[in-house]
């Protein structure tokens, strides 16, 4: 009756805890790879288009430049976008370096400092983005109430710009999410595997 014992094979049931584990762990280091790659590839897009937008609007005679630094909230978009290519190209690097040296899973440490790293990233991102949309909504609405006009009739240009860089920086939020799950499971994978080689007649 030993056999009824789980994790322990009668010996007419094939087991593939090795193979499985391999397939799996190369398709979250695939899908984590592509991940980084269009987070940064994204990020330095996002970053460039808000950045480099600027406008000049003649009033009254008056030339009024407008640029990214006027509004605080796409000066911390860029910032956000910046800090998550550089940071998800270091990442890249790190992948790439584990796929070729064939390892398989890293150390609670790292595993623990990659996990909460891209938490705090995932939330920058969703912050910036929220942020941004808020007074992209203002600009291009306008607030009757506190007779704040409707910056983007002035300065189409600008906004359309900007639109696209924060729909990119969307893109980086929603890939960083999904980056988070996959980085929490690569983590939370190694205490179920570090508990099951420790009691194999559990």
């Known amino acids: 009756m030993n056999y009824l014992v789980v994790g322990v094979s009668p010996?007419?049931?094939?087991?593939?805890?090795?193979?499985?584990?391999?397939?799996?762990?190369?398709?979250?280091r695939i899908a984590e790879l592509v991940l980084r790659c269009l987070i940064c590839g994204?990020?330095?897009?996002?970053a460039i288009l808000v950045g480099t937008d600027?406008?000049?609007?003649?009033?009254f005679s008056i030339q009024k430049k407008a640029r990214f630094t006027d509004m605080k909230a796409l000066v911390?978009?860029?910032?956000?976008?910046?800090?998550?290519?550089a940071y998800s190209f270091v990442q890249v690097v790190r992948c790439v370096v584990g796929?070729?040296?064939?390892?398989?899973?890293?150390?609670?440490?790292?595993?623990w400092a990659i996990f909460s790293v891209d938490q705090a990233m995932a939330y920058l991102n969703v912050a910036a983005v929220g942020a941004t949309a808020q007074s992209a909504v203002y600009a291009k609405l306008g607030q009757t109430?506190?007779?704040?006009?409707?910056?983007?009739?002035?300065?189409?240009?600008?906004?359309?710009?900007?639109?696209?860089?924060?729909?990119?920086?969307?893109?980086v939020s929603v890939s960083m999410v999904f980056l988070s799950c996959?980085?929490?499971?690569?983590?939370?994978?190694?205490?179920?595997?570090?508990?099951?080689?420790n009691n194999p007649g559990l």
Request: glycine letters at 8%.
């Open 182 to 197: 996959i980085s929490a499971f690569s983590l939370f994978r190694l205490y179920g595997g570090n508990k099951a080689k």
């Open 76 to 85: 911390f978009l860029v910032v956000a976008n910046v800090v998550a290519a």
């Open 42 to 46: 994204l990020s330095v897009l996002a």
């Open 99 to 111: 796929m070729v040296r064939g390892i398989v899973l890293f150390n609670k440490p790292l595993a």
């Open 145 to 171: 109430e506190l007779q704040w006009m409707k910056l983007c009739n002035m300065y189409g240009k600008f906004c359309n710009q900007v639109g696209e860089g924060i729909a990119m920086a969307l893109l």
């Open 11 to 28: 010996g007419n049931v094939p087991v593939y805890h090795g193979t499985n584990l391999k397939v799996i762990d190369r398709r979250v």
């Open 54 to 59: 600027t406008q000049v609007k003649e009033i």
